[in-house]
C-alpha cells in the first residue's frame, strides 16, 4: 500500500516540475499543493487499511466504501483551503499537479501486473 504512495510521490514530484515549466515558481507551487492534496489523503487511508488489518479484522466492503468517501473529502477540504489561504494560486498548475498525481494510480496497475 505505502508502494503506491511512494509512487503519487514521485508522480507529483513530476507535476510540479510540469507546473513551474508552465508558471515558474508559482505554478510549482500550486502543482505541489495540488499533489500534496491527494497524497495526504491517500496516505492516510493507506495507514488506515493497514491498521484495520493489523488489529486482525480484514477491510470489509462498508470500512472501504467509508475510507475512500473520507479519502475524497479530505482532497477536497485541502484544495478549498489551498483556494482559500493561498492567494496566489495558479489553478491550471493546481490541476496538472492533481491530475499527474492521480495517474499514477493507473501506472501502478502495469506495474504490479
Same mark, same amino acid.
Given at each position: ?17 510540469? &507546473?513551474?515549466?508552465?508558471?515558474? *515558481?508559482?505554478? %510549482? /507551487?500550486?502543482? !505541489? ?5 491527494? $497524497? =495526504? #489523503? ?17 477491510? &470489509?466492503?462498508?470500512?472501504?466504501? *467509508?475510507?475512500? %468517501? /473520507?479519502?475524497? !473529502? ?5 484544495? $478549498? =483551503? #489551498? ?23 493507473? *501506472? ?6
Amino acid at each position: 500500500m505505502y508502494k503506491l504512495v511512494r509512487l503519487q510521490v514521485i508522480a507529483a514530484l513530476i507535476g510540479v516540475a510540469c &507546473g513551474a515549466l508552465l508558471s515558474g *515558481l508559482r505554478g %510549482a /507551487a500550486s502543482a !505541489a499543493i495540488g499533489g500534496f492534496a491527494y $497524497v =495526504l #489523503a491517500s496516505s492516510l487511508f493507506a495507514w488506515y487499511m493497514l491498521r484495520s488489518s493489523a488489529r486482525g479484522r480484514p477491510a &470489509g466492503m462498508v470500512s472501504l466504501f *467509508l475510507g475512500e %468517501a /473520507a479519502k475524497v !473529502a479530505l482532497v477536497v477540504a485541502t484544495l $478549498v =483551503l #489551498a483556494a482559500r489561504y493561498f492567494t496566489p494560486l495558479d489553478w491550471k498548475s493546481l490541476i496538472i499537479g492533481l491530475g499527474v498525481t492521480l495517474q499514477a494510480n493507473i *501506472l501502478a496497475l502495469f506495474l504490479v501486473f
